[in-house]
């Protein structure tokens, strides 16, 4: 059963194309560069961001003006600054409930041809999937992966080395899978500042400060339209990994997201489809060194060696105690809105403040942080830690705390920084390095209008449903089609059998018809006789 599960979700994928990630592979080339306008053309009605369908319109991008805290110094130098206006000042603006970069998909939340129906899914805790849904869970791992993104590619150099006009275009293929991990390389990287070895570290547009959570929230539905997409399982979604009180890595199995290798602590079992995956973007040091961007080629293999880090740094996995004193705290800014920010929820989550007092901390990571370290391996390293996939379980889980923060303290989108934060974490400042576009402060607000929810924060009955029920009619799903065609295979054996019996109980009455008219011809009206008949009726019937 769970072979035929995976192998059917694996056929299926054969066929479909992927549609999301950072830049449209329409917009990578000399002439959009050059006239810095991305403003693809929907194939649905042909025209530019499908503005004859009403969908969208090719606009200026306004970017907040807003200042940043001094953190940053440099103006002008990196090509996330103001994003994106290094690369395009127009792009795609979509209308209503219309989303994507030619707006030809729909916004989060929502689907059909028109964009009219709400989504309603459920993440659920990967340990209580069931066999086949984790198999099926790691099947399509695998083949994002192994399968190049169809309609995006990356950037390999800045903007100054493509030329004036764009003369030179940087961009290269990459997998599906390593799109997503680029992304998290890109956004967290370090500033370069001309020459070799010259950068400035100090800056990261998605962690340590207040866009922490809401980045990593449209990351992972960006992750998981994604999948959506390639595999046509629009029933996906990203489980997650409760680790709170965990005492070692449980979803560190072969069966699940791979083993510790017997011949080498360090890499992942040979029995674990992740032990033959090469990692990108985990040489931050060489990059530097060469005043380089990640090039998106393998490098090497996955690491990973859980619980065998530094203790100092992490004495223990985080507690539910933790979890709930963290999402106690009632403020999700403070201070200077970095890692030395007190009782801030948002540092307190991130894992550099203390989640029994609020208060910032150096020499220890906690809570998101105290995970990274645990793994001790590419995990650990920020810009290439979505290499491993336990990356995707780690911060699903972190989103839903985010969740219940925001549940509890219901806190109105003036809470949320509009200026002085470190660059790029401002309200208005539109994520690095996303196309379509998005503000930091749109998604300073609840899940359920994204479309999703948390298994676990479900009412009991809804809970029961969705962990229990829902696995078994996902799985009937599966096999509908072998029990329909066993259902007529069935049908057509009966009607066989039972016309193989009628002709035997008439050729049966006939043979008895013809000894009685030649022995006991007197007594011929008695073979038309009701209890005659009404055995042979019954006979049949029971056939």
Known sequence: MVLLGVLGSLLQMLFLRSC??????PCANTETLRTKQCCPVWEGDGSACGATSGRGFCQDVTVSEEPHGPQYPHTGIDDRERWPLAFYNRTCQCAGNYGGFDCGECRFGYFGPGCAEQRESVRRNFLSLSVAEQQRFIAYL???????TADYVIVTGTRAEMGTNGENPMFSDVSVYDLFVWMHYYVSRDTLLGGPGNVWPDVDFAHESAAFLPWHRVYLLHWEHEIRKMTGDFNFTIPYWDWRDATDCTVCTDNLMGGRSPLNPNLISPGSVFSSWKVICTQPEEYNSKAALCPGTGEGPLLRNPGNHDPNRVRHLPTSADVDFVVGIETYET????????????????????PETGMAITGQSTMHNALHVFMNGTMSSVQGSANDPIFLLHHTFIDSIYEQWLRRHTPPRSRYPTANAPIGHNDGYYMVPFLPLYRNGDYFLGNKVLGYEYSYLLDPGTRFVQEFLTPYMQEAQLIWQWLLGAGLIGAILAGIVMTTGALFVRRRSQNRKMKSTSS????????????????????QTTL
């Open 335 to 354: 201070g200077a809105m970095d890692r030395q920010a007190n009782m801030s929820f948002r540092n307190s989550l991130e894992g550099f403040a203390s």
């Open 520 to 539: 006991f011809g007197e007594r011929q009206p008695l073979l038309h006789s009701s209890s005659e008949e009404g055995s042979g009726t019954s006979y």
């Open 142 to 148: 695998n083949l994002a992966k192994n399968t190049v």
């Open 20 to 25: 999301v990630g950072q830049f449209p592979r």
